[in-house]
T-cell receptor, first 116, second 108 residues
């Protein structure tokens, strides 16, 4: 059984560019959540995908978008990058069941994005 | 609105001393509360959740709805407890709110 993996590890972009971050969920998991963690802050919930559908969204603008694929891996896309988007981006996977309460989420190591 | 507050960014205790990491929350419904831990060079991981009402690695946390608190406690701190601790709340819309974290250092 493999854990949650994320790629790339680090990324440097300039303002206005677009970025795609990738996450492979843990084997058997069908739910992926994405978080943004700025320096010195706790993780902030961006959105969650359950069986390829968005299943909850935090207070992030539409230029933050995502996808979940049939194998339950996921992408986070950010358009028109701003300096404040510099952060560690975490994904977490879990085995979600519609209507059920929380199942433990397992975090990936994160992608460090720097916007210059 | 800030849903989860951890008032202490840094906390140092001596080995064997009791430790309490504070967490207060604001939420109108019935919250689910969690403690997550991140050891040095490791991933963020779940430590415990209030629904389970269990002790993990000697840590316990009781949900106090009157005081809207979910403080994490351990009677005797160990050096291996040194880590970053995050309190988190999950709302009915599946959204998680994390506090800013408390860095715990246990002094030998």
């Amino acid at each position: 059984e493999t854990g949650v993996t994320q790629s790339p590890t680090h990324l440097i972009k300039t303002r206005g560019q677009q970025v795609t971050l990738r996450c492979s969920s843990q084997s058997g998991h069908n739910t992926v959540s994405w978080y943004q963690q700025a320096l010195g802050q706790g993780p902030q919930f961006i959105f969650q995908y359950y069986r390829e559908e968005e299943n909850g969204r935090g207070n992030f603008p539409p230029r933050f978008s995502g996808l979940q694929f049939p194998n339950y891996s996921s992408e986070l896309n950010v358009n028109a990058l701003e300096l404040d988007d510099s952060a560690l981006y975490l994904c977490a996977s879990s085995l979600g069941l519609a209507g059920q309460s929380y199942n433990e989420q397992f975090f990936g190591p994160g992608t460090r994005l720097t916007v210059l | 609105a800030q849903r989860v507050t951890q008032p202490e960014k840094l906390l140092s205790v001596f080995k064997g001393a009791p430790v309490e990491l504070k967490c207060n929350y604001s939420y109108s419904g019935s919250p689910e509360l969690f403690w997550y831990v991140q050891y040095s060079r490791q991933r963020l991981q779940l430590l415990l959740r209030h629904i389970s009402r269990e002790s993990i690695k000697g840590f316990t946390a009781d949900l106090n709805k009157g005081e809207t608190s979910f403080h994490l406690k351990k009677p005797f701190a160990q050096e291996e407890d040194s880590a970053m601790y995050y309190c988190a709340l999950r709302d009915t819309g599946n959204q998680f709110y994390f506090g800013t974290g408390t860095s715990l250092t246990v002094i030998p």
